[in-house]
Every structure is written in structure tokens, then in C-alpha cells.
């Protein structure tokens, strides 16, 4: 979504576990982001939802994160 600043909203619902969990999955969100949003060509609005797996890591959130944004023409 085009924006004025690149800005961010996650949502990790209650499908994820418990709060300890969810925190962790929006750290791991943000961080991916933080990695990904000074390749960005413009300021967009990004709004994560990530989708319940076994295992949330790092690098799996930033090669779907940049495969998203390169599909949205972002990267």
C-alpha cells in the first residue's frame, strides 16, 4: 500500500500459542523488516500476518518477506 513513510503492523493471532510465543514470532517479524525495509524502492504500508507453522525462524521470515515485496514490485 503506498504511504508518506514505510510503516509496519503485524498480527499474530492466538492460533500461535501462548503470549510467549506470539511476542517472539513479532520480534522475529520486526527484525526480518528492519533487515529488508532499506532495500525498499519507495515508502510503503506493510502489514504482516504470518501463517502457523512448527517453526518460526529468521530466515524464513526474510525470504517470504522479500518474496512478497518483490512480487508487489517493492524490492
Known amino acids: 500500500m503506498p504511504a508518506k ?19 517472539r ?17 519507495r515508502p510503503c504500508a506493510v502489514v504482516l500476518i504470518p501463517k502457523p507453522c512448527e517453526e518460526h525462524t529468521l530466515r524464513a521470515f526474510e525470504s517470504s518477506l522479500r518474496g512478497a515485496l518483490r512480487r508487489e514490485g517493492l524490492l
Not at 499474530?12 to 511476542?23: A, F, I
Not at 513479532?26 to 532499506?38: D, I, V
Open 25 to 41: 514470532i513479532k520480534r522475529l517479524l520486526r527484525e526480518a523488516f528492519r533487515h529488508t525495509c532499506a532495500q525498499l524502492k
Open 5 to 23: 513513510q514505510t510503516s509496519l503492523g503485524v498480527c499474530v493471532s492466538k492460533k500461535h500459542g501462548k503470549s510467549v510465543r506470539r511476542n
